[in-house]
């Protein structure tokens, strides 16, 4: 077994060098722990104590925390990202036509079985929550290609001084009994650019995960097989090995959301007073328990004639209070680079240009945040085509180590899958004006291709599915459209081409 540089230092004093980089982790940790309890409803507001014992105490939370992360996860991952496999590209890289149809085919089945655009938009909201979110490569026992989201408290990569990725830390903990006591055991996996070592926490020190058969085993990937997104990105530089971004839920936000939580709840706070207000008695001083009796059977009285019995209330006046949370939600959405959805101006039907000018605050943020799900997406096509590729391997009982130094040395990918092959495109989950739309996309025609057209069409998932239904349906027609003669040939010609040849001859 041969093990990378990195690792060998790593593993020195019983992994004392990975145990830096898990101090490290546990030291961002910390700084996230009020981020995603915002997220999760957990404010400040709902520790609050009532300023006397007997004063009403609602704690009302607003959680725009959470709207802060799931409006621009939705804006940029709402919409499945359409990858596509064009035939195309066989020819642009040299590729067989067959072995590329093959691939796209696969990645299309190994997508679905993980559930692909959940993947996606989990890592996002996550990384956008915490500062940072990885997607984990791995087979399975029967050899499956899997890959699944973890946030950024079980999973995070370890680079280098260039900012390459060199190694990733998988940790866990599980509930275990050992000797009649229930404990808490941390297991941690770390991965570099060949393999993946398991190991199990031991006081403060790394010790073998003596459950695996294999404690260490090749991944089968030629990379590190992790796919990391970065969230926000700081301008003020980091020095740890762990590339974190920050948190959309920042402080300025979170100040806004503290007082937003505070002015309702004060005023639901008044409202109880309101309705429940105090008996005034001027004259006459009863007993305690006598104005207890009246106060809960909701009745009054006094055998004194000249006693002026009143309920004393606080004036109330919501006009200063509305006004107050109205400034707030609109200096929120402003920090937070939300569209103003709430307005009345955001009713109706609007063209596609006053709706584009209310998302812009949201596109702007959200062109910066594309530049790192670009560098996560790119990444997890190429660890996605190589798993693919390895499988092959597998299946046909090569040894997979072998087969990435040949390809390594020799530089010759044209025998192999190429993740080049894959195109993607995000779609902006914006609403639409859809008839508008439509018709500058139908004025667009003569311009660019059908097959680009289908891609920026809103109501087409997949172009190349959608070409292909097309390119059915235009061959199964039975009369020709006199306004389009060579379309109908050229379709009768596909139907011939497809046509078996073992039907019966006349």
């Known amino acids: 077994m041969d093990m990378t540089s990195t690792t060998e230092v790593l593993m020195k004093n019983k992994w004392e060098g990975l145990n830096l980089f898990i101090a490290q982790h546990d030291s961002i940790l910390q700084t996230i722990v009020k981020q995603q309890a915002y997220y999760d409803g957990k404010h400040a507001v709902l520790l609050r104590e009532p300023k006397r ?16 992360v799931n409006l621009p996860t939705d804006y940029m991952v709402g919409k499945a990202v359409s990858t596509e496999v064009p035939d195309s590209a066989a020819g642009k890289y040299g590729a067989d036509i067959n072995q590329l149809q093959a691939f796209r085919t696969i990645l299309e089945d190994v997508q679905e079985e993980n ?34 989201s973890y946030p950024l408290n079980r999973l995070f990569p ?14 866990y903990t599980k509930e275990e009994v050992e000797k009649g006591k229930t404990m808490t055991v941390e297991y941690v996996e770390w991965y570099d650019d ?3 070592y398991y190991l199990k926490r031991d006081g403060t020190e790394l010790v073998t995960d003596t459950r695996k058969e294999v404690p260490v085993a090749y991944h089968q990937f030629p990379m590190t097989p992790i796919a990391w997104f970065r969230g926000d990105e700081a301008q003020t530089p980091s020095t740890s090995n762990i590339p974190m971004g920050v948190s959309a839920i920042d402080e300025p936000s979170i100040t806004i959301i503290d007082e937003i939580n505070r002015a309702l709840s004060d005023n639901s706070n008044k409202m109880d007073v309101f309705n429940d207000p105090f008996l005034k008695f001027i004259g006459e001083i009863p007993k305690a328990e006598d104005m207890s009796k009246m106060r809960s059977s909701r009745a009054v009285g006094s055998k004194n004639p000249s006693a002026a019995i009143d309920y004393l209330a606080p004036p109330i006046d919501e006009k200063p209070v509305v006004a107050h949370l109205k400034e ?14 709430y307005k009345d101006t955001a009713s109706g039907n609007l063209s596609g240009v006053a709706i584009q000018q209310m998302y812009a605050p949201l596109e702007i943020a959200t062109n910066a945040r594309e530049i790192h799900f670009d560098e996560f997406y790119r990444r997890k096509n190429m660890l996605l085509t190589y798993g693919i590729q390895a499988k092959e391997w597998m299946i046909e009982q090569k040894d997979t180590v072998s087969e990435w130094q040949r390809i390594a040395e020799s530089q010759d990918v044209s025998t192999i899958y190429n993740w080049r092959w894959i195109y993607w495109t995000v779609h902006r ?29 809103p109501l087409v998932e997949n172009a190349t599915e959608e070409k292909e239904r097309l390119d059915r349906q235009q061959a199964d027609r039975k009369q020709a459209d006199l306004e389009d003669i060579d379309g109908y040939l050229n379709g009768a010609d596909k139907k011939i081409q497809t046509r078996s040849t073992n039907d019966d001859e006349e």
């Open 328 to 341: 707030l939600t609109d200096r929120l959405f402003d920090v937070a680079q939300l569209p103003k959805i």
């Open 429 to 457: 989950n914006l609403p639409i004006n859809v008839n508008e739309y439509v018709k500058m996309l139908t004025g667009l025609k003569d311009f660019i291709s059908d097959e680009t057209l289908l891609q920026l069409n």
């Open 194 to 196: 060949t393999h993946v």
């Open 115 to 148: 559930s692909d655009h959940h993947v996606d938009f989990t890592t996002v909201r996550n990384g956008l929550t915490a500062g940072g979110s990885g997607v984990l490569f791995y087979f399975d026992q029967q050899l499956n290609l899997r890959y699944r």
């Open 158 to 171: 370890v680079v280098n001084e260039y900012g390459d990725i060199i190694g990733a830390v998988h940790r």
């Open 53 to 68: 014992a007997d004063d009403p105490n609602h704690r009302l939370v607003i959680n725009y925390a959470k709207l802060i």
